[in-house]
Every structure is written in structure tokens, then in C-alpha cells.
């Protein structure tokens, strides 16, 4: 397949003028095709040759202003049409285009429950050719008229309202302008629910077999779009600009969500089947306001070329943390992007794979390597310099530049440039010049802090980095009440670099924390006095973004080898079991984990440390008998099944349908004490059946190819491994729930061999089957406790010799980065 080049953007653009594509599909050709008919109405400014791009199965016909063309000039994913004349055409192509099970293009799946069938389109990036014929790039917006035949006991989604014009017909009215990334369709027997707000149709719909999961949570669902809405339409003057807002919970779906106008699809993970906690919630909240921020950032005004993703996801990542804070009952929401999200950030900033926040230009030469950077520098750190922007900026001045980004681009592209012009409008102060150093530069900067004196203290942060900071200092004592507490005692604010060193009255604090409140993207390493205090007092500090911060800092001096992995665990014992805030416990649990246990421990540590979680999470099931923190319940419940190095207990929760002192099993808890059982060697695979025999539902299905793969037989492993590589069976998340279960600690040398033959098979299965797969294999299927001298080598030559799809070298690049990190932290 050719990828397109921003150069061959760049003169697409300059000849044509795309003003209307008619879309006619029809869905009810079988298991296998669906029949894809497009018309594209276009100008050629000036006479030239280009191309259009598709993708089909058969490609019937094609005719350009009534003249039948040749099919057989179709190459790869491109039809040439060379000597195009000046002034307006109409290209006609006719195809048969395949179904998909990667979740690329027009995705098909049938629920293993009721076997009813849901198609639904994810066209990013470059997969609309999938679907359609088009001129695929997105600066060349248009108008699109889209009609679906479908089953009549069908109902069928598009960007605009649809409206059954006969049994099985469907016709949308036209959308505004908007790029070719960005339709949607999405059609089968769903359960909808719908209502108006503001004047406009607003729906939420699933699957049938979720309909009661998804009834139970429509309050919910509805209550944050609609305060999501009102809030954006109090910040932005650009009213809303689409006729209607869907969101579609729909099956298999690879990223959390897609910002397609008018069609929101979202993981239908996102429907609760079982108990989540008050932050899972809150997350599903920050992707609706995510998404909706993307109406405006990226759909209303929309990148030029890619490499300016970060227009719209960092963008839409700050807005849905800022606005779900402002507008719903979800007000700590910046707790859980600074101890989850944010590290993913610091990580990929810190991996051989880094690159700016706003790459140049040049360095994103085409679609591969554009969709390399959909990563945690585009999403979380990219937020995280709007968070410190607005610090800088004021939000007054700072939205006033990106209303006047949205009046003078709307329903057109635009560039890094005009958006910096754009701020730089509303305000005195130098944004290209903070532009530059954040948003063009790599790298994490790290604050340590220096603190001096008895009668009066003095503050020196020593900063290994280039950027400008403004930044929040809390210092803390002992609470005169309650020494057991910490007190605030002082705050102020102060610029990185200094010009020179603070100096504060009164005695030396017993903490004092840089970057309090997480404004900035940094590193910070607290003075050894404030350490000590941290390590012995860390639960006592009052504000829980405070105590995240307490905890980043020391998450990433496990990393960087400046603190025993032990060390980390040590405190997490002493601390969690007092701290409130469930976004920092489900955070420090993850880090201890499935970081610390599962790969920066050596095999004969590793034991330690899971006793020790075990211990930590029987703490908190006791602290949590009474029934009033469900939600920290839930978590502990959780880590200890993931925890337990002996089957005894879990399987008498498993036997008797309940956890001693509660919650009953759901369908989630069942599964994962089955897989920890399967590990263990405690199950086999008659129980596997019987327990998918319970429950016969898509994420059952996963449950047991997860279990299954666990098993720790020669046999079970071997058929895995067939399962994933030696076909194309699998769909992607069934690909990834049996990659979930074939790698553990504990079978180390059980799946020893696999570890030579992962490179070779990965990279043949990514060839055969694409960038999804690509990024499930490098993601899920990687040996990653393999952290040996052997294993680091067999990636090494890999990567020196073999040549494989863009996608999956990225993610092997970046695992061996941290197959490097790891082996580093055991050495010491």
C-alpha cells in the first residue's frame, strides 16, 4: 500500500477544490463485503495529474464525467487520473469493499450473546479507503451525503440525522464541511435512548445485550454530555456546530474514542456490565468532554497536515480534564491525570522514540509516521504545556486566542503557526517564544529543590532542562492539633529559572514540594530533609494533588535508579493503607505492580513483593468491612486477586460466588480470579468452559481466550501462540485478551522459547494484517519481564536487520527501551 507523502498533499491541495462526495452503501451483501458506490464532486484549480484512493475487495467500475475508465489502473491503493482537465468533475466509482475484524474501516461483529451483527466505521487516518473512494487527506474538506441499505431491523448512525426513507433505507442529511477522516457510520439493531438539549437531538446507544447495563447508567451518561455542552458553549463563542450529537458505545473498538462530528464512538467497555470505581466513572466522563472538546479542536477547525495532531488531542485532553472539573460533581479530576495520565507522558518523553509536542514539519514526511505519534507526548504532555500555558497566560487571555483561532478557521485547517498568531493576539506577553521551548523541544526538565537556613529559609531549584516554569511551592509542618498531620504553612509562586533565591521567614518547613498543584510538565526531586518528612509522612499531606506530586517524584526516581524499587513498596505499605483518595491508591498499586513486582525485581525478589501487596491489600479490605468506600473495596479486591501467590482463597471466593464480607462476584472479578487461578496452575480447562458456558457474552469470549492462554501446560501454550500468530482468525480483542494471558513472571521458563520466536512471527503478522494488529502485538504480545542481556539482544538485531511496518518498530523500539530500563533498575 502507498502511503501519502505531505509533499503529495501538498500538490493534491493545490489542484483541487473537493466540494461534495454522495456515499451509497450497502450492508446487506453479506458476511464477508459490503457495496461501496461514491460520487465526488471536485475542480481541478489548474490543469495536472493526482489521485484518488481506495481500497476495495472488487472495483466494478469507475468513470470520470460519464467516461468509463479502466480498473485495471487501480495500483495498490491509488487510481491515477493523469491529465486532468481545468474546471469542475465528477468522478463515479463503483466497489465491493471488505469487512473488517482489526477495527479499521467498516468494522463487523456479531454478539455472542443474542448473535445479533453491529457494523460500525473507525476511518482515521487513512482507512477510509476502506469504506469509500476518496481523495484522503485532511485539508480537502467537503460536504458528505451519505445513504445506507441496511437490514430493516437495522437502525443506522451517520455525522448528521438519519431518517428511514423505506424498509432498509436510510438517508442522512448533509454534513457541514469536515475532513474524510471524520465520517461515520455505524448501523445495526441498536438499543438507543434519546432526547434534545439545546434545541438539538442528542442519543446513546449500544449494543441489546448491554441495553440494561447502559439503562442503569443513562442519567449519568446524558447529565455529563449535557453539562459538558452548556460548558463549552460558555467558553467558546463558536456556537455548536453539527445538527445532532450521538455517541455510539460500539464492540472491538481500538482507542478509548472517536471524535467523528455528530457520531461519537466510544469502547463499549465503557457500558459497566460490572462494579467500577467513582475514578473508572470519572474516566468514561473525561472521554465524553474529550470528545465533545474535539467538535471545535479538530472537527470545526482541523489540522492542515499531521504534523500538527496536537492541535487537536492535546487540546481536547486539557479541555476534558478542565471542563469536567468546572462543570460536573467529578471536581478532583487533575489527582488522576497527574498519577495516571501524566506518566504516560514522562515515559514517552524519556524513550529513544521521543519527539516535540509540535514536530517539524519534516519529521512527519507521511501518514506512517503520523500515526506513530498518536502517543503520550501528543495526548498528556501536550496537555500538560496547555495546563502550564494557561498558568503563564491567564484562561482570559488564553481563550480569547483560541476564539479568535476558531473564527478565523472554522470550517477550514489550520497550522501551529496560526494558532500561535492566534494567542498571540490577546495578549502582550512572547507565546512564540514559549512555543518554541515548549512546544518544539523533547525531553522531561527536572526541579530539585535546595533548601537552606533555621531562622530563615531559603529556596534554590536547580533545573536540568531549558524550559521557563511558573510554578507553585507549598511548604508543610507538623499540624499544631493533630501532629500526626501535616499543615500548609506557606505558598507562593515563583519563575524557573530563578532570577534569584527565595527567601521566607520563619524556621526550615518540614516539606517543602515544588510544582504543587501540578501546573507544569517536570520532574521534581525534593531536598533530602523534605524526603525524609515525605517518606515518613506522606499520607499526612492535606490536598491529594499535593500528595500525587510526593508520589510522581518518587515513581520516577525508581526509574531513573535513584530509589530501591523496594524502597517505593516499603512506602506504599506504610501509606495507602491510610490515604482517601482512590485515584492515588489505584495509581501506586499499578506502579508496584505491575511495574515494580513484574519487572524491576529479579525472580527471587519477586515473591517479597507480592506478599507484601497481598498484605497491603488485606489491610484495606479490613479497612473497607463496613461497606462506606465501595469503590477502595473493589480496588483492593482487585490487586489482591492479581496479588495472590496461593489459589486457597481466591478459589473459595470463586466456589462461593463472594468475597468474605463482600462484594458478591461479578462477571469481571469471576474472570480474573479464573485467570489468576490458570497462572497459578490452581484451574484447567474444563472450568475455563464451564465458566464461558456462564457467561456467553463478547467479554466472556475474551475471559477464556485470556485464561486459556494462562494455562501453564506446553500444550496451552503452544496452542496460544497458533491462536495469534499462525492465522488471521483472531479479532483485535481477542488477539490481545490471549497475548494478556500468555506472558507471566511466574512461567518464565515455561515460555522461554517463545521469547526468540516473538520477533520473527510479530513482524510477519503485522505485515499480513496492519498497523492495528501492529500496535496490539508490540503492546500485548511483547515478552516483557524478558529483561535479560539475551533477550535485549534478540530486539537489537531485529531492529538492526529487519525490515517491518512502521508501527511495529515504534513499538518495539520503545519496548526494548524499557526492557533496558528494567534490567537497569535490578542491576542497581
Known amino acids: 500500500m502507498s502511503v501519502l507523502t505531505r509533499d503529495e498533499a501538498q500538490t493534491r491541495a493545490r489542484i483541487l477544490d473537493v466540494h461534495r462526495y454522495e456515499v451509497s452503501l450497502d450492508l446487506t451483501r453479506g458476511d464477508e463485503t459490503f457495496a461501496s458506490t461514491t460520487r465526488i464532486h471536485f475542480t481541478a484549480r489548474t490543469a495536472g495529474d493526482t489521485f484518488v484512493e481506495l481500497k476495495p475487495a472488487t472495483l466494478h467500475t469507475i468513470t470520470l464525467d460519464g467516461q468509463p475508465l479502466d480498473p485495471e489502473a487501480l495500483t495498490e491503493n491509488r487510481y491515477p487520473l493523469p491529465g486532468l482537465a481545468e474546471g469542475p468533475h465528477e468522478l463515479h466509482v463503483h466497489t465491493d469493499m471488505r469487512y473488517s475484524r482489526t477495527g479499521e474501516g467498516m468494522h463487523r461483529f456479531t454478539d455472542p450473546t443474542d448473535g445479533e451483527t453491529y457494523v460500525y466505521t473507525q476511518l482515521f487516518m487513512e482507512d477510509v479507503q476502506r469504506v469509500f473512494a476518496a481523495f484522503d487527506q485532511p485539508d480537502l474538506k467537503a460536504v458528505f451525503e451519505l445513504s445506507v441499505t441496511a437490514p430493516e431491523a437495522w437502525t443506522v448512525l451517520t455525522n448528521a440525522v438519519a431518517t428511514r426513507t423505506a424498509p432498509g433505507q436510510w438517508q442522512a442529511a448533509p454534513t457541514p464541511l469536515i475532513s474524510t477522516y471524520l465520517v461515520a457510520v455505524a448501523a445495526g439493531p441498536w438499543h438507543s435512548i434519546t432526547t434534545e438539549h439545546a434545541g438539538l437531538p442528542f442519543g ?21 454530555t449535557r453539562d459538558c455542552y452548556d460548558r463549552y458553549h460558555e467558553k467558546f463563542e463558536e456556537p455548536y456546530p453539527f445538527d445532532s450529537y450521538d455517541q455510539a458505545f460500539v ?19 465503557f457500558v459497566y456490565r460490572s462494579a467500577v470505581t467513582e475514578t473508572e466513572r470519572q474516566t468514561r466522563a473525561m472521554v465524553i468532554a474529550h470528545e465533545m472538546a474535539h467538535m471545535w479542536f479538530g472537527d470545526l477547525v482541523t489540522l492542515q497536515w499531521w504534523d500538527d495532531i496536537w492541535l487537536n488531542e492535546s487540546f481536547a485532553e486539557y479541555m476534558g480534564y478542565q471542563t469536567l472539573t468546572e462543570a460536573t460533581r467529578f471536581t478532583d479530576t487533575w489527582t488522576d491525570f497527574a498519577i495516571v495520565r501524566k506518566a504516560w507522558g514522562y515515559d514517552a518523553d524519556q524513550r529513544p522514540s521521543t519527539h516535540p509536542v509540535a514536530p517539524d514539519p519534516d519529521a512527519v514526511p507521511d501518514t506512517a509516521s503520523a500515526l506513530l505519534n498518536f502517543d503520550g507526548i501528543s495526548y498528556a504532555k501536550g496537555a500538560s504545556a496547555l495546563r502550564q500555558l494557561v498558568t503563564w497566560l491567564g484562561e482570559k487571555d488564553f481563550l480569547a486566542g483560541i476564539n479568535a483561532h476558531f473564527a478565523r478557521h472554522k470550517f477550514g485547517n489550520a497550522t501551529l503557526a496560526d494558532f500561535i498568531d492566534n494567542l498571540a493576539s490577546a495578549t502582550d506577553r512572547d507565546v512564540h517564544a514559549w512555543a518554541e521551548r515548549w512546544l518544539r523541544t523533547t525531553g522531561v526538565d527536572t526541579l530539585t529543590a535546595d533548601v537552606t537556613g533555621d531562622t530563615a529559609w531559603t529556596l534554590s531549584v536547580d533545573q ?56 507544569t510538565y517536570a520532574k521534581v526531586r525534593l531536598d533530602a530533609d523534605s524526603f525524609k518528612t515525605a517518606v515518613r509522612a506522606l499520607s499526612a499531606v492535606p490536598t491529594p494533588l499535593t500528595r500525587a506530586v510526593v508520589w510522581n517524584s518518587a515513581r520516577d526516581m525508581v526509574r531513573d535508579g535513584d530509589l530501591a524499587p523496594t524502597a517505593y513498596l516499603a512506602a506504599a505499605r506504610a501509606h495507602l493503607p491510610l490515604e482517601s483518595d482512590l485515584a492515588i491508591v489505584q495509581g501506586v498499586l499499578a506502579f508496584a505492580h505491575g511495574q515494580i513486582a513484574d519487572r524491576y525485581l529479579d525472580a527471587q525478589d519477586r515473591p517479597a513483593a507480592l506478599a507484601l501487596l497481598t498484605d497491603l491489600t488485606r489491610d484495606l479490605l479490613r479497612r473497607t468491612e463496613d461497606g462506606n468506600n465501595p469503590g477502595l473495596r473493589l480496588t483492593a479486591v482487585r490487586h489482591f486477586i492479581d496479588a495472590a501467590a496461593q489459589p486457597d482463597t481466591i478459589a473459595t471466593w470463586l466456589s462461593e460466588g463472594t468475597v468474605t464480607g463482600g462484594p458478591e462476584l461479578d462477571p469481571e472479578l469471576r474472570w480474573r480470579i479464573l485467570a489468576r487461578l490458570a497462572v497459578l496452575g490452581a484451574t484447567d480447562e474444563r472450568a475455563i468452559a464451564a465458566e464461558l458456558d456462564r457467561d456467553r457474552s463478547a467479554t466472556g469470549e475474551e475471559g477464556a481466550a485470556r485464561c486459556r492462554a494462562a494455562l501453564p501446560t ?51 503478522l503485522a505485515a499480513r494484517r496492519g498497523p492495528a494488529i501492529a500496535e496490539a502485538v508490540g503492546r500485548h504480545a511483547f515478552p516483557v519481564h524478558a529483561a535479560d542481556a539475551e533477550s535485549l539482544a534478540l530486539g537489537e538485531s531485529c531492529l538492526a536487520e529487519t525490515d517491518m511496518i512502521p508501527a511495529l518498530r515504534r513499538k518495539l523500539v520503545d519496548q526494548l527501551d524499557d526492557l533496558r530500563r528494567a534490567s537497569s533498575v535490578r542491576e542497581g
Open 204 to 224: 446513546i446507544h449500544c449494543r441489546r445485550s448491554l441495553a440494561p447495563y447502559m439503562d442503569a447508567d443513562a442519567e449519568e451518561l446524558l447529565s455529563v
Open 251 to 269: 464492540p472491538e473498538f481500538n482507542a478509548g474514542a472517536m471524535e467523528n462530528p455528530g457520531l461519537v464512538t466510544f469502547r463499549d467497555e
Open 464 to 519: 536540568d532542562g531549558s524550559r521557563p516554569h511558573r510554578i507553585a511551592v507549598a511548604a508543610f509542618d507538623p499540624d499544631p492539633v493533630d501532629p500526626d498531620r501535616l499543615a500548609e504553612r506557606d505558598r507562593f509562586e515563583i519563575d524557573v529559572p530563578q532570577q534569584a533565591p527565595v527567601t521566607r521567614p520563619g524556621r526550615r518547613p518540614a516539606l517543602v514540594v515544588l510544582n504543587d498543584g501540578d501546573h
Open 714 to 764: 506446553p500444550e496451552a501454550k503452544a496452542a496460544a501462540w497458533q491462536a495469534m500468530f499462525a492465522g488471521d482468525d483472531l479479532s483485535n480483542y481477542l488477539l490481545t485478551a490471549t497475548a494478556q494471558g500468555f506472558w507471566q513472571p511466574e512461567q518464565a521458563d515455561l515460555v522461554r522459547e517463545y521469547v526468540t520466536r516473538f520477533y520473527p512471527d510479530a513482524v510477519a
